[in-house]
């Protein structure tokens, strides 16, 4: 298959990259830097820097859209919640158009979404039937799943990646906690109640193959693991794994006042199990937090 990749480049998508090369596919990476695309994603992997460079007559045989600002790097002023808005919804409502002009159109998008979709949930365990929640993270997922839709009205198998914490040794969450754990400043966030729906990068890359070639599957699908940790029980697995102490607690006001809004991103969880992926028979190689770390970490 020739693929269409929309933020192929980054943490995710470097690695979905690798796998589909090994595959034996076709890459094009939409990306604002196409000269680093051959280095991140791989020799021989074309690069678009722009949806005008898809001719009405190239043809792709699915699409994998990806791309999107960070959502947790900087605080959610106006201005960065609109360019995480039109990084996604304005983006995708573009890939929607030039896949309608498309002469000979892809067989199925692959869209991004987040497990924010839920909102706020506290223990309530959700599939994919579970509504959305309403607060900024969940209506962004909102909209970008609608923009994605807009693919199933010309024919286009659309499956929507509600994405978990991507647990990967390239960087990400783990990037992010890894130094601190290892120096014994491993932290609880608030009161460590709050739910971390995480999946194995290997898993993440294993369940969008499936998704990629399976006729039957569309809509929504939890893209995480079967048995999520509240925030407390992944701090001390992590630690655990680190053979290191893990005695901190970082207090909810603080980090409220150090992140504004985008605190909810720590503070805030939701309890996320992949129904429809596990039901399609898709076999998690990590299901257990402790195997995951510990495959991650050994690398
Ligand atoms: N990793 C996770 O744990 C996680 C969890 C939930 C949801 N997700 C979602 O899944 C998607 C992929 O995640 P990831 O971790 O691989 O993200 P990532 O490493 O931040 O990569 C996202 C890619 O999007 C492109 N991008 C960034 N800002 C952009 C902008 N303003 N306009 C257009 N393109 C932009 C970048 O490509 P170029 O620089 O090449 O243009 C970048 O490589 C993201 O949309 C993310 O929100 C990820």
Redo the contacts with the bound molecule.
């Keep these: 298959m020739h693929i269409l990749i ?10 979905l990259c690798k796998a589909l090369l090994a595959a034996g596919h076709e890459l094009t ?6 000269a ?2 051959p280095d ?1 994603c791989g020799t021989g992997v074309h690069a678009i820097a722009s949806f005008g460079e898809w001719h009405p007559s190239q043809t792709f045989d699915a699409v994998i859209n ?6 947790a ?1 900087a605080r959610w002023t106006d201005q960065r919640k609109r ?2 808005w ?3 919804v304005k ?1 995708t409502q573009d890939l929607v158009r030039h896949i309608a002009s498309a002469e000979h159109k892809p067989k199925v998008l692959l869209s ?5 979709y839920y909102g706020h949930r506290s223990d309530v365990a959700l599939d994919e039937a579970s509504k959305a929640g309403n607060n900024f993270a969940a209506r962004l997922c909102e909209a ?1 799943e609608d923009a994605a839709q807009g693919a199933e009205q010309v024919g286009v198998r659309v499956c929507l ?8 040794n390239n ?3 783990l990037g992010h906690m890894l130094l601190p754990f290892k120096l014994g400043l491993g932290t609880r966030l608030g009161g460590g109640k709050q739910w971390m729906s995480w ?1 194995h990068i290997d898993d993440y890359v294993g369940s969008v193959l499936r998704l990629l070639h399976d006729t039957q599957a569309s809509g929504p699908y939890n ?1 995480t693991a079967p048995q999520p940790a509240t925030n407390a029980e992944f701090t001390a697995t992590l630690a655990k794994v680190l053979h290191r102490p893990a005695l901190f607690v970082a207090p909810a006001p603080l980090l409220k006042l150090a992140m504004g809004e985008r605190a909810c991103l720590l503070l805030e969880g939701q309890q996320v199990l992949p129904g429809k992926i596990s039901a399609a028979g898709y076999r998690f190689q990590f299901a257990n937090l402790f195997d995951a770390l510990s495959h991650l970490l050994r690398k």
């Design positions: 929309t933020g192929g480049t980054g943490l995710i998508g470097r690695q990476v939409l990306s604002r830097k196409p680093s695309v991140k990806l791309a999107g600002e960070p959502i790097d360019l995480l039109v990084s996604r983006l991004g979404s987040a497990v924010g970008w990646l509600r994405t978990g914490l991507v647990l990967s960087g990400g969450l999946v893209m």
